[in-house]
Nanobody, 115 residues
Framework: QAQLVESGGGLVQFGGSLRLSCAAS????????MGWYRQAPGKQREWIAS???????NYADSVKGRFTISRDNAKNTVYLQIDSLKPEDTAVYYC?????????WGQGTQVTVSS
């Protein structure tokens, strides 16, 4: 069955960087638009970035210029490079795979930014 496994989260200082990874299995990765979402404590889950099968990217205004999404279809993996981290970026970050035939989520990885 489909499985998405995020990694790369952790505790980082204000202004630091992280690269999150999401490894997919059980799906034909090339067919899926991949996305990253996050959920901060007490808030709803929000979309932050996505990348299509063809590599087109889109970002939420709140992260433009600091976050970069990319994918490696040979490795069935999508990445999220996060730079210039702020305390308000503290959240659980989730990976999503979406196509006409499926919609899958990972378990999330915690990112905590200290001020």
């Amino acid at each position: 069955q489909a499985q998405l496994v995020e990694s790369g989260g952790g505790l980082v200082q204000f202004g630091g960087s992280l690269r999150l990874s999401c490894a997919a299995s059980g799906i034909i990765f090339d067919f899926y638009t991949m996305g990253w979402y996050r959920q901060a404590p007490g808030k709803q889950r929000e979309w932050i970035a996505s990348i299509t099968r063809g590599g087109s990217t889109n970002y939420a205004d709140s992260v433009k210029g600091r976050f970069t999404i990319s994918r490696d279809n040979a490795k069935n993996t999508v990445y999220l490079q996060i730079d210039s981290l702020k305390p308000e970026d503290t959240a659980v970050y989730y990976c999503n795979a979406r196509s006409r035939t499926g919609d899958y989520w990972g378990q999330g990885t915690q990112v905590t930014v200290s001020s």
